[in-house]
């Protein structure tokens, strides 16, 4: 249990101090994210499981988000993955059809990440023929 002589001590702090809601303030919007749904076709790398987990990694550290977990399944025997990344700002996941070159792409970050950032990244790793992005605002305040 806290002392009085505790209490005294501690600094005042205003409710702007408290409220910490990490919503994105841009172009005169207020919102709570960005998701990007990003759709790859005529990928490769897909069913490599290193492969898939680097670029998940290396995507999260373009975006500046921070990693708290990160979990991977992969399918067999047509060799599929799905991975989600956790993040302190939400989450990415991927999940691969290797047989047909195509990958599904979900990125939803708040605050100051930069959720484009990673699209490099991930052209980069699986040097899709085409890459298809649909940005949605989450949380958008009106």
């Not at 799905?82 to 792409?105: C, D, K, N, R, Y």
């Not at 959720?115 to 958008?140: C, N, W």
């Amino acid at each position: 249990m806290k002392s009085q002589a505790f209490f005294a001590a501690e600094p005042a702090t205003s409710e702007a101090d408290e409220v910490h809601d990490f919503y994105v303030e841009k172009d005169g919007l207020r919102y709570a994210g960005t998701h990007l749904l990003i759709d790859l076709t005529g990928a490769s790398r897909l069913a490599d499981l290193a492969v898939v987990e680097t670029a998940l990694r290396r995507a999260v550290s373009a975006t500046g988000a921070t990693l708290l977990d990160i979990e991977l399944h992969h399918f067999s025997p047509q060799g599929g993955v799905s991975a989600v990344a956790i993040l302190a700002e939400s989450h990415m996941s991927i999940h691969t059809w290797p047989e047909t070159g195509f990958a599904a792409v979900d990125i939803f970050l708040c605050g100051r990440c930069d959720a484009y950032q990673a699209i490099s990244v991930l052209m980069e790793v699986f040097a899709p023929d085409h890459v298809q992005v649909t940005e949605h605002k989450r949380g958008l305040m009106v």
